[in-house]
């Protein structure tokens, strides 16, 4: 069974750092691409940051350019997004998904991937 987790979410003031883990339990991440996903009270599920299976590619929406980096470390069977000069915008429960990678990469769009983690809360606050 594909089970995804994230970890890494918390409490940070305005400009501070996270760094999230999606972990993968079931499967290896070599055969999918993940994408990063948030959602706020009130909003939709907004794509974040995705990346290509073989780790060669990736997608940021335009909000966190420049401030979030996605990586993966195969042998860990994980993904990470690291979060820099966070703000009240970025305060939303945050998801990891996997999309089978015979499936376009693209679009980083939420109701393209299948299989999901739980969530982690992150909330930026001063």
């Known amino acids: 069974q594909l089970q995804l987790a994230e970890s890494g979410g918390g409490f940070v003031q305005p400009g501070g750092s996270l760094r999230l883990s999606c972990v993968a339990f079931?499967?290896?991440?070599?055969?999918?691409?993940i994408g990063w996903f948030r959602q706020s009270p009130g909003k939709e599920l907004e794509g974040v940051s995705c990346i290509h299976n073989n780790g060669d590619m990736t997608d940021y929406a335009d909000s966190v350019k420049g401030r979030f980096t996605i990586s993966k470390d195969s042998a860990k069977n994980t993904v990470y997004l690291e979060m820099n000069s966070l703000n009240s915008e970025d305060t939303a429960v945050y998801y990891c998904a996997a999309r089978f990678w015979a499936l376009s990469f693209r679009p980083c769009r939420s109701d393209e991937y299948d299989y999901w983690g739980q969530g982690t809360q992150v909330t930026i606050s001063s």
């Open positions: 079931g499967f290896t991440l070599n055969f999918y691409h």
